[in-house]
C-alpha cells in the first residue's frame, strides 16, 4: 500500500467523505481547562489548523476561547471533539453533540469520536449498545452538525461489529501509537478499510524522549526524539497528535517534513520493547476502567 507523505503543517489527509484533514492535530489531553485557550491560541499562531480535544478532557471550552482568541476563521481551522462513555445510546449521543457544541461554542465539529468502544468484558450486549451509539452519530452527520465522523481505540472486532448495522463507516480511528507500543496489525486493518488513524500520544506520554535507542536514531537527522516520533506517525500513514504546553516544542512538533526515517531504523523501531504504553486497552483495562466503558 503505498503511504501519502504531506509536506508540510498544513497538507491534509482526505478522509472518505472528501473532507480534508490537517496532517498534524495539536493535542489538548491532560492540559487543564483554564490555560488551555492560551496555549491553543500559541499552536495557531504557530501555524497548527487541527485542534484535538474530547468532553472527558473537560476543556472543550478553553478550546472555543483559543480558536476565538486566535482570529482565524472558523472555517480555515479543524476541530476533533469527543464523545464520553456515560452517554451511550442513541438520544443520549445526540444531547452530547448539542453539548459540546455549547462547550466549544461552535456550529458544527470537523470531527467527532467515539472515545471508547463498550467491550464484552463489561456488557454482553455491547455490539448492541456501540450500533445505538453510531445512530446517533449518523443523524447528527446527516444533519450537518459533524462533517466526519469516527471512533478512537476500536479494534478490528469492534469495526466489524459496528458494520453489521452501520450506514456509514468510520472514517477515522484515532489510537495510541509510539516507538514502544505500534499495535501495528490494528494500524495495518483499519489502513486495508480505508479508515484513516491518528495517533494518540505519540510521544508515549513523554517515556520514550529518554531512551537512548531512540537518542541515536534521532540524532542521524539532526532531529530531537520527540520530532523523530512524530516523524514516525507520518511515515507509517499515521496523522499525529502531539501534546506540549511549551511554545518553543510546539512549535519544534511542526518541523518533521524535511526528512524520512529509513526502513532500517523504521525496523529497529519497531523491534523495541513495550514503552510508554498507557495501558488503556478496551478489553484488557483493570476492572475499575472497565466499569465505565459502557
Known amino acids: 500500500m503505498s503511504i501519502y507523505l504531506p509536506s508540510s503543517l498544513t497538507d491534509t ?14 493535542g489538548t ?13 500559541t499552536a495557531i499562531d504557530l501555524g497548527y489548523r487541527h485542534v484535538d480535544t ?26 476533533t471533539t469527543k464523545h464520553w462513555v456515560t452517554f451511550r445510546g442513541y438520544q443520549n449521543t445526540i444531547d452530547a453533540v448539542e453539548d459540546s457544541l455549547k462547550r466549544l461554542g461552535m456550529d458544527y465539529i470537523d470531527l467527532y469520536l467515539v472515545h471508547w468502544p463498550c467491550v464484552a468484558a463489561s ?6 449498545i456501540n450500533a ?39 472514517m477515522v480511528n484515532q489510537l495510541e501509537f509510539h516507538p514502544g507500543y505500534m499495535q501495528l ?8 478499510q480505508g479508515i484513516l488513524v491518528e495517533a494518540w ?23 530531537s526524539v520527540a520530532q523523530l516520533c512524530i516523524r514516525l506517525s507520518l511515515d507509517y500513514g499515521i496523522l499525529p497528535l502531539p501534546k506540549s504546553t511549551n511554545a518553543e ?9 524535511d526528512f524520512e526515517i529509513s526502513p532500517e531504523d523504521r525496523a529497529a523501531i519497531e523491534s523495541m520493547p513495550t514503552l510508554g504504553y498507557s495501558g488503556y486497552t478496551p478489553e484488557e483495562a483493570p476492572a475499575d476502567k472497565l466499569a465505565g466503558l459502557c
Do not use: C
Request: proline share 4%.
Open 13 to 26: 489527509y482526505t478522509l472518505q467523505n472528501g473532507v480534508r484533514i490537517p496532517a498534524i492535530g495539536y
Open 29 to 41: 489531553w491532560q492540559t487543564p481547562n483554564d490555560v488551555t485557550a492560551a496555549h491553543v491560541k
Open 54 to 79: 474530547a468532553w472527558g478532557y473537560d476543556n472543550e471550552i478553553g478550546v472555543g476561547e483559543g480558536v476565538r482568541a486566535s482570529g482565524v476563521k472558523r472555517e480555515d481551522l479543524f476541530i
Open 123 to 128: 456488557r454482553p450486549d455491547w455490539q448492541e
Open 132 to 170: 445505538d451509539t453510531w445512530r446517533g452519530f449518523e443523524k447528527m452527520y446527516k444533519d450537518g452538525k459533524l462533517r466526519a465522523i469516527g471512533v478512537s481505540n476500536y479494534e478490528q472486532k469492534h469495526i466489524e461489529a459496528l458494520a453489521k448495522t452501520a450506514e456509514v463507516m468510520p
Open 185 to 192: 496489525d490494528n494500524i495495518r486493518y483499519n489502513q486495508s
Open 201 to 223: 500520544s505519540p510521544l508515549g506520554s513523554g517515556a520514550v524522549l529518554k531512551d537512548e535507542t531512540l537518542a541515536a536514531i534521532a540524532a542521524k537527522y539532526n532531529k
Open 249 to 257: 516544542r510546539i512549535a519544534q512538533n511542526a518541523d518533521v517534513f
